[in-house]
């Protein structure tokens, strides 16, 4: 029922900043986690940033201080704004959305590439 899209990712240079979009169609109930995961080829998807329900957020070390999930629900849109971008955050960025309830539900995006590079 809901599906997700990613925008605004990039060839970006160290140090430089970038933010990602993620819109939203459907209906998105108010237990819903939403979160940013990264991949590199050969390595397993991590969770990069995670936004509650309740409003707190959940960072990876390695982007901690330096990543920011929010969103605006007015425009259906969850963002990560990234900077002092590093070459190891270079890998496809995915926007996750996870649902409770009588069933559980997650949904992902199609993804979208960030290369940070000199």
């Known amino acids: 029922q809901v599906q997700l899209e990613e925008f605004g990712g990039g060839l970006v240079r160290p140090g430089q900043s970038l933010t990602l979009s993620c819109v939203w169609t459907g209906t998105v109930y108010s237990n819903t986690v939403i979160a940013w995961y990264r991949q590199v080829p050969g390595d397993e998807r991590e969770v990069v940033a995670t936004l509650y329900p309740s409003g707190s957020t959940n960072y990876i070390a390695s982007v901690k201080d330096r990543f920011i999930i929010s969103k605006e629900s007015a425009k259906n849109t969850v963002y990560l704004q990234m900077n002092s971008l590093k070459p190891d955050d270079t890998a496809t960025y995915y926007c996750?959305?996870?649902?409770?309830?009588?069933?559980?539900?997650?949904?992902w995006g199609q993804g979208t590439q960030v290369t940070v590079s000199s």
């Open positions: 996750n959305f996870k649902s409770y309830g009588s069933t559980y539900e997650s949904r």
